[in-house]
């Protein structure tokens, strides 16, 4: 979708509370200011894999983007800034930078909150204390080349969601080290750095994984794509079931508003869902959703220191349409 509609760009991405956006083009990065709306920052450094941002601080985690076939080329080894292996940390507004980290293999995801880093690589997830860069612990996950992650921004409630490598419900006669992936979800406390639960999501494996700004709430999607279901946090118990549609997409990504009371889905079908989220034993019936053009056209249904902290209920009522038409009511 990227390559078809802007061959230069490589990464966008909202920060933590969606006050900006981080773009990672061929030439570099920039980021770019909600409201007001307007770039802000550019640095033509080379190309860009990875740009994000701590919150609104000038605290930018950089990846290059560098081709596999390229690590034999002058200045593209594994220690350039171009190599996928290499984590930068730069400040922008100083124009220096903090620290850089290589890994042992491509860096697929960063994610940051105002204590914790988690880097992620294909079968293994990095954790650092932000505040000084000391590894506090590495998890050995299955092959997750999609880097199928989430980190909740709240560092009151700082869980680290991601695929589990095997059924939760497995004993031990019964785990295979050749298992494909699950459609289980592992929950992982980054202030005990423990497993602090596990969830049994989906029965195909996991394609998308978002936490909420509070992190008190984990919205799960598995290959299939066509039901979303919303976890509580750290408890594990469903709290919300949606249908997004009857027929099979791949979910390009799930997001809850800032409050928590709106989630956001959107596919490769050209369309985006919105539901609202009620209280978790309401019950409803179906989603409503905002399609693109072609879909339509087809007719289709359906500030931290520089050191680095610069119950199955019922399907629930959701979409746009439905929670204007409600608002206009006074209903909610």
Not at 128 to 137: C, F
Request: glycine share 8%; charged share 15%.
């Amino acid at each position: 979708m990227v390559e078809k509609t802007n061959a230069n760009l490589l990464f966008a991405n909202f920060n933590q509370d969606f006050s900006c956006i981080s773009i990672g083009t061929k030439r570099g990065y920039s980021i770019t200011n909600c409201d007001p709306f307007g770039r802000v920052y550019t640095m033509n450094d080379g190309p860009r894999s990875i740009v994000e941002m701590l919150f609104c601080t000038s605290l930018i985690a950089l990846v290059g983007a560098a081709s596999p076939t390229s690590s034999t080329s002058p200045g593209s080894g594994p220690s350039s800034s171009s190599s996928r292996r290499k984590l930068q940390i730069v400040n922008t507004k100083r124009q220096s930078m903090i620290c850089e980290l290589l890994f042992p293999s491509s860096i697929l995801a960063v994610k940051m909150n105002r204590k914790t880093l988690a880097i992620i690589l294909e079968t293994e997830i990095y954790i650092y204390d932000i505040s000084n860069m000391r590894l506090l612990h590495v998890i050995e996950t299955q092959s997750n080349p999609e880097a199928v992650c989430a980190l909740s921004p709240s560092v009151d409630s700082s869980y680290l969601a991601y695929p589990s490598p095997v059924p939760s419900s497995s004993g031990p006669s019964t785990l295979n080290a050749n298992q494909g992936p699950t459609g289980d979800v592992l929950l992982f406390s980054t202030r005990s750095l423990t497993v602090a639960n596990a969830i049994q999501a989906h029965k195909a494996p996991i394609s998308y994984l978002a936490l909420n700004q509070a992190g008190t709430m984990l919205a799960t999607s598995s290959e299939k794509g066509t039901v979303i279901r919303v976890w509580s946090v750290p408890g594990a118990e469903k709290l919300y079931q949606f249908r997004r549609g009857t027929r099979e997409a791949r979910i390009y990504c799930i997001s809850f508003n800032v409050v928590g009371s709106l989630m956001a889905v959107s596919s490769a079908h050209g369309t985006v869902h919105i539901f609202k989220l009620g209280g978790p034993n309401k019950s409803s019936s179906s989603s409503s959703s905002t399609k693109g053009a072609a879909d339509s056209a087809k007719g289709s249904p359906r500030s931290p220191p520089e050191s680095l902290d610069g119950r199955e209920s019922t399907q629930m009522e959701g979409g746009y349409e439905a929670f204007a038409e409600n608002s206009k009511k006074g209903v909610g």
